[in-house]
């Protein structure tokens, strides 16, 4: 039942990413960086509050965990913490860039290659072991990813960049545990609003005066940012980080379904060929997973 929780968790946080171009294309006349800004203050705000006036107690224990832990593994804990924040500023700016001024679908097979990425990275950095049938799920994706790439050659070095920050961000907080995730994911944001702060008033654009860009970064902020990244940090206590990448293929199926169906971008057969693979992909390796109840069952 822990297990079945961490999984839903992971899966529902990548099905409310694969929504995240309907609340990010009206921005498009907005500049990447401003998004990112104002994405990033909110969310730093919203959880600062939320940390240091609801969440007190919780703050407080952790406070208190953290002075007890042994200096290692508090330098452990505040290395992986805040490289995590300096990925996860890496792969927003990088994906809303590529979102808005080269294609959604660019964007997808950026989540195309990432989960490739995460699941190689995780088997040689954590040791995590992958059965046969998990490594066959690799190798279809590795196909899928062939096939897409041949159509899309002048985007890969943008979907390379945008993929590896978030492997490595997957597979590093796979390792960060010991405190409250909500509480580390608070000190990610707020490390990463830090960063880009300076940055602000030299690059930002002028202020925005519409209030429909408000509510969209809130939108983004909230349902888009904060829950299921919390989700993410959440699933990684118990799911493998081999298995959050695969689930990330959620992500790039619904943005594609979302660029065909409501962008009307443009869609030939290598793609829906290569979209099939990953959706078999996603089968094959949860396999266990999707069909170990009745295997049981049976048994």
Known sequence: MKFSKHYLAAFISFVIWGFFSLALKPLKAYASLDILFYRVFLCAVIMAVISLFVR????????????????????????????????????????????????????????????????????????????????????????????????????????????????????????????????????????????LLPFYPQYSEALPTEFSFYALIFVIAVLFTIVPLYMNLYALQSVTSSTMGILLYINPLMNFFIALVYFHEPINSIQITAYSLILLSIVVFNERFIFGRRRAALG
């Open 56 to 195: 007190v107690k919780v703050l407080k224990e952790n406070v208190k965990t953290f002075r007890q832990m042994p200096s290692e593994q508090r330098k452990r804990v505040t290395l992986l913490t805040l490289a995590g924040g300096i990925l996860l500023t890496a792969n927003w700016f990088f994906f809303i860039y590529v979102m808005n001024h080269i294609s959604v679908k660019a964007a997808s097979f950026a989540y195309l290659v990432c989960p490739i990425m995460t699941t190689v990275i995780a088997y040689f950095v954590l040791n995590e072991k992958l059965s046969k049938w998990q490594w066959a799920a690799v190798s279809l994706s590795i196909v899928s990813c062939m096939l897409l790439s041949f159509s899309n050659v002048a985007d890969i070095a943008y979907s390379l960049i945008v993929a590896l920050s978030y492997a490595f961000y997957l597979v590093s907080q796979r390792k960060n545990v010991g405190m409250d995730k909500f509480l580390v994911l608070t000190v990610q944001i707020i490390f990463s609003a830090l960063i």
